[in-house]
C-alpha cells in the first residue's frame, strides 16, 4: 500500500471531538482585533486550518460571512489564516 501525504495524516488522536458543539457557537459576532483560539472541529472539513495552528491564539483582521482571517505567530512569523467559524473560539469562551 503506497505512503500516505495527504494534509489529515496521523490525526486520529489530534482530531477527536470530545464534545459537540451547538448552534450557538456559530452565532458568535467577531470583530477585528479580537483574540481568537483556533480549535479545530473534525466534524466539519470545509474550512479547517491546518492542524499545526490547532491550538493558537491569533488575532482576527478580518471577518466574512463563513469565515474570518486571523494573524497567528508562528516562530518570529505572522502567519494569515483563514478558517470558517467554527474552527474558532473565542478567547474568553470555550
Known sequence: MPKSHGIRRRTRSLLRSSTKKGLSSLLVEYSPNDKVVIKIDPTQVKGMPHRRFNGLV????????????????VGDKVKKLIARKEHVVKMGGT
Open 58 to 73: 491569533g488575532t482576527v483582521t478580518e471577518v466574512g460571512r463563513r469565515a474570518v482571517t486571523v494573524d497567528v505567530m
